[in-house]
C-alpha cells in the first residue's frame, strides 16, 4: 500500500481553509483527520488567530489537531500551551508609542499575554472587525492604559500592507529588540517579533514529531503565510491567494470557498 507523501499538514485558517462566511465542512474535515490519522500524518492549524477564537471553532477536534496561533506567538498541543513567544513589557509599550506617534492614521490593535486592547477612537468597522476575532477585547481610552507589565505577542494594524515594511524598519532603528511585519489580507498588517512566524512553529512540531520539511505539506494565501510556504516540500497557494505569492508555492488549490484543502487532501488520500 503507497504511503502519503507528507506526515505533517499544515493549514492557515483566514482565506485559506475558511469560507469567506468563515465556515467549513464539519463532517468532510472529521473524516480527513480521521483518514489522516489513520496514515500516521498530523494535521496542524497555523494561523495569526487568537487562540481562543482557534479552541472555539475547533472544539471537538482539540484532541486531533495541533495548533499554532498568533503568527507563531503561541504552539498548542492536545490543548496545552507548549511555547509562547513575545515582545519584552516595555518594547511593546515603545512600539505602541511609535506607530501612534509616527503613522497616527493607522488603527492599532494589541493581543498580550494577559489579555488584548482596542482603543475606543478606532473606527466602528475596525473595532467590530477585531471584536470577531477577540470577543474579550478591552476598550482603552489610549493604549498606555494597558497593564504596565502585559507582553505584547502580536500587533494587528489597519493599514495599507505597503506600510508595513515602513513601519518594522523605522521601528527596529530604535529598537534593539526587532520586530517583523507581514500582510495578514483584509487591509491588516501583523507586528510580531523578529524571528516568530508560521514557519517557526511549524518547525517546533517537526522535530516534535521527529519529522523535517521534506515531511510537510502547507497551504496558505497571503504573506503572512510566506516563510510557511517556502519551508514546505509541498506548497499550496489558494486560488483566491494573494497573486504576489504565486513565485513561492510549487502548487494552486482550489479556493477557500471550495473546501479547497479538504479537496487537495482528499486527493492525496484517495491515492494512496
Known amino acids: 500500500m503507497a504511503q502519503l507523501p507528507f506526515k505533517i499538514v499544515a493549514v492557515d485558517m483566514d482565506g485559506t481553509f475558511m469560507s469567506d462566511q468563515q465556515t467549513f465542512d464539519h463532517a468532510w474535515f472529521d473524516q480527513i483527520?480521521?483518514?489522516?490519522?489513520?496514515?500516521?500524518?498530523?494535521?496542524?492549524?497555523?494561523?495569526?488567530?487568537p487562540i481562543k477564537k482557534i479552541q472555539a471553532d475547533f472544539?471537538?477536534?482539540?484532541?486531533?489537531?495541533?495548533?499554532v496561533a498568533e503568527n507563531g506567538g503561541l504552539i498548542y498541543?492536545?490543548?496545552?500551551?507548549?511555547?509562547?513567544?513575545?515582545?519584552?513589557?516595555?518594547t511593546g509599550r515603545k512600539l505602541v508609542a511609535y506607530i501612534a506617534e509616527k503613522f497616527p492614521e493607522v488603527g492599532i490593535f494589541a493581543s498580550g499575554t494577559e489579555g488584548s486592547y482596542i482603543r475606543s477612537?478606532?473606527?466602528?468597522?475596525?473595532?467590530?472587525?477585531?471584536?470577531?476575532?477577540?470577543?474579550?477585547?478591552?476598550?482603552?481610552?489610549?493604549l498606555e492604559q494597558m497593564p504596565s507589565d502585559e507582553r505584547i505577542i502580536k500587533l494587528t494594524l489597519r493599514c495599507p500592507e505597503e506600510l508595513g515594511p515602513q513601519i518594522e524598519a523605522g521601528f527596529n532603528e530604535i529598537s534593539s529588540e526587532k520586530v517583523h511585519t507581514a500582510s495578514s489580507g483584509y487591509h491588516t498588517v501583523d507586528v510580531i517579533p523578529e524571528g516568530v512566524n508560521k514557519a517557526d512553529g511549524i518547525?517546533?512540531?517537526?522535530?516534535?514529531?521527529?519529522c523535517s520539511s521534506a515531511d510537510l505539506i502547507a497551504f496558505g494565501d497571503d504573506f503572512?503565510?510566506?516563510?510557511?510556504?517556502?519551508?514546505?516540500?509541498?506548497?499550496?497557494?489558494?486560488?483566491?491567494?494573494?497573486?504576489?505569492?504565486?513565485?513561492y508555492a510549487k502548487f494552486r488549490a482550489p479556493s477557500n470557498n471550495e473546501n479547497g484543502v479538504l479537496q487537495v487532501l482528499a486527493e492525496y488520500l484517495k491515492q494512496k
Open 33 to 49: 483527520l480521521t483518514d489522516l490519522r489513520a496514515n500516521g500524518a498530523h494535521f496542524i492549524i497555523s494561523s495569526g488567530r
Open 59 to 67: 472544539s471537538e477536534y482539540l484532541d486531533r489537531i495541533s495548533i
Open 77 to 90: 498541543r492536545d490543548n496545552q500551551l507548549l511555547r509562547q513567544r513575545s515582545l519584552t513589557a516595555s
Open 121 to 142: 477612537s478606532e473606527s466602528e468597522e475596525f473595532i467590530k472587525f477585531m471584536t470577531f476575532y477577540y470577543p474579550e477585547r478591552k476598550l482603552l481610552d489610549t
Open 203 to 210: 518547525k517546533f512540531f517537526l522535530d516534535y514529531f521527529k
Open 224 to 247: 503572512n503565510d510566506l516563510e510557511m510556504l517556502q519551508l514546505a516540500k509541498y506548497s499550496y497557494l489558494m486560488a483566491n491567494g494573494n497573486p504576489k505569492l504565486v513565485p
